[in-house]
């Protein structure tokens, strides 16, 4: 009866170890659970973060490209400025040239 008693304290011993290992498995699985929605949570903001950066990049780029056309036709119409103070002057000159023959004949 004295080896039965013994054999009963193991049984019992190895129920409780499985039941304090099982508890121990259960606790781990809940903190790995945890632990990936808390990771999986993080990834949702990173990539809504993201999200915002790359639209704020495409805007970006947008109004660079806008920039840049609008620079192209500034420099266009400041050509066309030139041209026309180029016109302007030949006009002058010749002026200047007719009044000066005008004035020559006259004396």
Do not use: P, W
Not at 1 to 13: G, I, P, R, Y
Not at 16 to 28: F, G, I, L, R
Not at 43 to 71: F, G, N
Request: hydrophobic share 35%; glycine share 0%.
């Amino acid at each position: 009866m004295n080896q039965s008693f013994k054999s009963e304290k193991v049984v019992a011993k190895a129920n409780e170890n499985e039941a304090s290992t099982s508890h121990v498995v259960k606790d781990k699985l809940r903190d790995v659970c945890r632990t990936l929605q808390e990771t999986q949570e993080i990834v949702a903001l990173q990539r809504k973060k993201l999200d915002v950066l790359l639209a704020s990049e495409e805007e970006y780029r947008e109004l660079a490209e806008r920039v840049q056309c609008e620079q192209v036709e500034l420099q266009a119409l400041r050509d066309y400025v030139e041209r026309q103070k180029c016109r302007i002057m030949t006009c002058r000159m010749k002026l200047i040239h007719f009044n000066d023959e005008k004035f020559q004949k006259g004396i």
